[in-house]
């Protein structure tokens, strides 16, 4: 399977605890990102990675998240002192370098997702 | 601020018969669009796309079209089947920002009836 891989698919997790997700994107593509997605919303931009640089984070990733991507592969995306509004499943996709000649070089491709569910 | 909006939550086809699922947009940058389906507990699948140069874009069942001037964009899909019953989303994305993150809409729910 060459497609883009979510590890935990689940994790259930106390209040104040710390989680981590790991992403294994597409392997020849640069660029990672994470999304966010809660019931009845689409998925919501977090942060994206060129590369092993992180280029651009959401006003909706908090001091308490932090995502890496140390050697430009895979990435992690960390979440401390979880709350109950963290619950969400969290979405990691990847994309190759774009090229602008052509047009199906900016589709990006989802994982499964990652469900974190904070009692 | 919702930059991409799908108006209708939820749509109810009978098999065989054409689904349209709409999408509008507010921001004039973007350049290319994305419908993506979803099944519940996994990631969205890209389905098709279509770049602001278009104005359709057909793969096999499914056809997107756009319409720059009404900054709105349609997905057809004909015959309906009964597996293409899952939550669909429209996307886009502003070519000259570089980033290709993409702004999604909040879904429409599909459901074909055998």
């Known amino acids: 399977d060459t497609g883009v891989s979510q590890d935990p698919r689940h994790k259930i997790t106390k209040r104040g605890q710390n989680v981590t997700f790991r992403c294994d994107p597409i392997?020849?593509?640069?660029?990672l990102y994470w999304y966010r997605q809660t019931l009845g919303q689409g998925p919501e931009f977090l942060t994206y990675f060129q590369n092993e640089a992180q280029l651009e984070k959401s006003r909706l990733l908090s001091d308490r998240f932090s995502a890496e991507r140390p050697k430009g592969s895979f990435s992690t995306l960390e979440i401390q002192r979880t709350e109950q509004g963290d619950s969400a499943m969290y979405l990691c996709?990847?994309?190759?370098?774009?090229?602008?000649?052509?047009?199906?070089?900016?589709?990006?491709?989802f994982g499964e997702g990652s469900w974190l569910t904070v009692v | 601020d919702q930059q991409v909006k799908q108006n209708s939550p939820s749509l109810s086809v009978q098999e065989g018969r054409i689904s349209i699922l709409n999408c509008d947009y507010t921001n004039s940058m973007f350049d290319y669009f994305l419908w993506y389906k979803k099944y519940p507990a996994e990631g969205p699948t890209f389905l098709i796309s279509?770049?602001?140069?278009?104005d359709k874009n057909e793969d096999g069942r499914f056809t997107v079209f756009l319409n720059k001037s009404a900054k709105h964009l349609s997905l057809h899909i004909v015959p309906s089947q009964p597996g293409d019953s899952a939550v669909y989303f429209c996307a886009a994305s502003d070519g000259s920002s570089n980033t290709g993150k993409l702004i999604f809409g909040q879904g429409t729910t599909l459901q074909v009836k055998p």
């Open positions: 996709a990847s994309r190759k370098r774009q090229d602008r000649l052509l047009s199906s070089g900016n589709t990006i491709y």
């Open positions: 279509i770049s602001s140069i278009k």
């Open positions: 392997s020849e593509h640069n660029r």
